[in-house]
């Protein structure tokens, strides 16, 4: 569920092709390994049950908060796996409760966004903040609940895997996974990554969040090309909030928070206080010394000094170590009554990143340290002190603004900077392999769903529609579609920005960023072309990996190597990616045409940099269901050392458009 989210991807126009809102996603059943989910969220609310011809089973596990008639026609299965997890540890019985409920709201989360029905109001501390849909709302929800609040295992989230397949959903959304690479084996053939095939192989998309690891390259732990890996951007809304002083100047920050008003509608300045100036004197508190500015515990002030007032609170060692929180400031200006609070940066812990989180009581935050210096200056000009340094007067002023009202002015997409960036690698000492990761690039920041704003990756991408309007395409056409027909520019015409470890700079994205591109829904149901691959080219590509023994294949797979691909990157993926080009490669692709008429393409090439490339044919003609070889060269003109990139683009005589990224390290010229 997400209010705004479906217009930035265009996702209105897709369900007017499926018969509006009210049958997007109809017959779809998404599958959701996560926390669980809570029934009563009115996301998931009573929706006449439809015959789903691929769904299977409908079990509900009942249990604490779990009641039977939570699989109401919206929620058509619900599941628990906690063997793994009953085995590692004790459970806390009041949090980790043994039913699929979710505890913890970030299992509800996921599966409001892709699923959640149409419509639902956002209401948060009193405020309306639109009404809400998920990606394909009339799409169905069966339930995994793999992970509780005290511990996740891989079991269990294995064991939810295998039912999901034997269930028969159609989609698999997996925001969990391992944090990082197996020990003793490759990254394709680890537990995890199996399964996800085995779930391929029964005819199931499995959807994935490329990793919260970023900005730092080889940080994806999406790592297989039967999964689609989803990078996380950032869409154009945003929330200002200003800061008012006495002097005039204003001071942007972030909260979605009201105004100080007063009697009327207009901004009040209110005394402006310094947190550690309000300190009660002689207390004998011993944690205050170390809180007081960070303003977690109310005792530690003189309530007579900041009633009323606009109270600074400073991120200080407990934001830096994690022990202090928000909420408690949240608590602490509410239980004295503050008119609002100011959380600013501290110059010793530098910038921090600030999301537009709701707020009780007026507040905003100022994450740059710049502007604190301007705050602080503004406020020890207008404060009078005692010889000892105590304050005697505080005169400086200030108000907040409204925070609430969004804005669609923002440069959109940029990659988020917590999304883990490529290149895909083979094992744990991270040496690159011939696979495109992350995969495509979908809004992850700041959704508004069934929990709070907070990232979330794979569930926005979920193929529900693609799914609904071509019921017959496998997982591989899918995944296809998506990629080649992705955009790879902004809403400024310009190419796709990323944050990265500077908090106030963007920088220029590339594939390791972004995949193929930000999503493009509608273009996805018309791709023209797909790039098709089958659980038999999978084993083929794992039998062509260097130095790897068809034993452990087998093994691992219960596939038998048979016809090898020259390389690797011959698998017939909608990218192609060359970790190691030494003098020449050709690289092999098929394309099918999808669409109901016969169709004249074109090729063209904007090649990376140190590298030539020549596709044969230059431009052929495909029937309807049709199939056409491509046979591309590369040719190194110049050593680098590092990737570069580049792309293909197949033009069709009826406007479809096929884009392929190329990601090439050009090592020598022979």
Known sequence: MTTYTPQFLGIPAVWTQEGG?????????????DSGINPDHPSFAYDPMTNSNSFTDRACEEGPLFPQTSCNGKIVSARFFSAGAQT???????????SPFDAVGHGSHVASTAAGNF???????????????????????????????????????????????????????????????????????SLFEIFMLAAHKAGTLVVQAAGNEGPSPYSVISYSPWA?????????????????????LKIAGVGLSGATVGDGLMIQYNKLVLAKDAIKINTTLPRIANNAEECQYPEAFDPLVVQD????????????????????????AIVLRFKAFVFVANPTYGDFIAEPIPFATPAIMIPATTDTQNILQYYEKETVRDTNGLVVRYGGRAGISEGR?????????????????????????????????????????????????????????????????NPSWTPSMIASAISTTASTYDNLGEPIMAHGFDLYTLHTSAPFGFGAGLVNPSGALHPGLVFSAGYEDYI??????????????????????????????????????????????????TVTNVESKAETYLSAVLPPKGVTVNIEPSWFIIAPQGTQDLHITFNVTQALDDFTFGEIVLTGSLNHVVKMPLSIFPISTT
Not at 130 to 140: C, I, K, L, W, Y
Request: net charge negative; proline share 7%; hydrophobic share 40%.
């Open 21 to 33: 809102d009210k049958n997007a996603g109809e017959g779809i059943v998404i599958g959701f390994i």
């Open 405 to 469: 009202n969004a804005s669609y002015k923002g440069r959109a997409p940029i990659v988020s900077r917590f999304s883990s960036r490529g290149p895909d690698y083979i094992d744990q000492s991270k040496n690159p392999t011939d696979v495109l990761k992350p995969d495509i690039l979908a809004p992850g920041h700041q959704i508004w769903a069934a929990w709070s704003p907070m990232s979330v990756l794979d569930p926005i991408l979920s193929a529900a529609m693609i799914k609904q309007y």
């Open 119 to 189: 419509g639902v109001p956002v209401v948060v501390n009193g405020l309306y903040y639109g009404r809400a849909s998920g990606m394909a709302p009339r799409a169905r929800i069966a339930v995994y609940k793999a992970i509780y609040p005290s511990i996740g295992t891989l079991s269990d989230v294995l064991a939810a895997i295998d039912q999901a397949v034997l269930d028969g959903v159609d989609i698999l959304t997996l925001s969990v996974g391992p944090e990082e690479p197996p020990e003793d084996k490759l990254t394709f053939l």
């Open 88 to 98: 590692t540890t004790t459970l806390n019985e009041s949090i980790d409760i043994l």
């Open 309 to 332: 007032s606009v109270v600074i609170c400073t991120f200080s060692a407990g934001f830096y170590n994690g022990t202090s929180t928000l909420t408690a400031i949240i608590q602490t």
């Open 228 to 248: 689609v890996g989803v990078a996380s951007c950032d869409t154009d809304r945003t929330y200002p909030a200003t800061l008012i002083l006495g002097n005039g």
């Open 540 to 589: 083929s590509f794992l039998c062509s990996l260097p130095n790897i023994d068809s034993k452990i294949v087998k093994t691992a797979t219960g596939g038998i190597c048979g016809q090898l691909f020259e390389n690797p990157s011959d698998l017939n993926l909608p990218s192609i990616t060359i970790t190691s080009l030494n003098g020449s490669r050709i690289v092999h692709r």
